[in-house]
């Protein structure tokens, strides 16, 4: 039974050499709300700025999602995102990040604030105010239950 787990892991690791499979956890059980809140911020900024659209795992399957004024179940969400990334590698976006805030923990839940700044071309840049909240699953996994997003002016402190 040993040689076959070895066997297995062996195999396993090998094909994620050799087909690039990125094995990247989208699931973050941090027990500390604050800390989990970090870490599904920057998990979610590593898979954006790879542009992969396992992102979309990070969502609770039932999340509000609204942004460019109209809302978004997960599934549609998950599609729009893909879409959205295939294009904006085509065009060679550049995204960047603000430092986010979180708020203090009520009901298990945190509220997370930050700015992406986006480039889609020659001067033209889009700036996002996104607002979550991010809720532990029944799995213990904390996932963004909701998220706006909300469209503004260039920020002179997120420099492109």
Not at 100 to 121: C, H, L, W, Y
Request: charged share 25%; net charge positive; proline share 4%.
């Amino acid at each position: 039974m040993q040689q076959f787990r070895r066997t297995i892991f062996c195999l396993s690791s090998a094909a994620i050499i050799l087909l690039g499979c990125n094995p990247i956890s989208t699931r973050v059980t941090e027990r500390d709300p604050q800390k989990a809140a970090r870490e599904v911020f920057e998990l979610y900024k590593k898979l954006d700025l790879s542009s992969d659209p396992r992102i979309i795992d990070l969502y609770a399957y039932g999340a509000e999602i609204n942004g460019l004024g109209k809302s978004y179940t997960r599934q549609e969400y998950g599609k729009f995102i893909a879409e959205t990334y295939k294009a904006y590698s085509e065009i060679n976006g550049k995204t960047r990040f603000s430092e986010p805030t979180f708020s203090a923990v009520k009901n298990d839940s945190v509220d997370v604030q930050f700015i992406v700044g986006m480039e889609r071309q020659l001067d033209s840049h889009v700036y996002m105010t996104v607002n979550w909240t991010l809720k532990k699953s029944g799995s213990g996994a904390w996932e963004i239950s909701s998220e706006k997003v909300v469209f503004g002016k260039e920020k002179p402190w997120l420099p492109l």
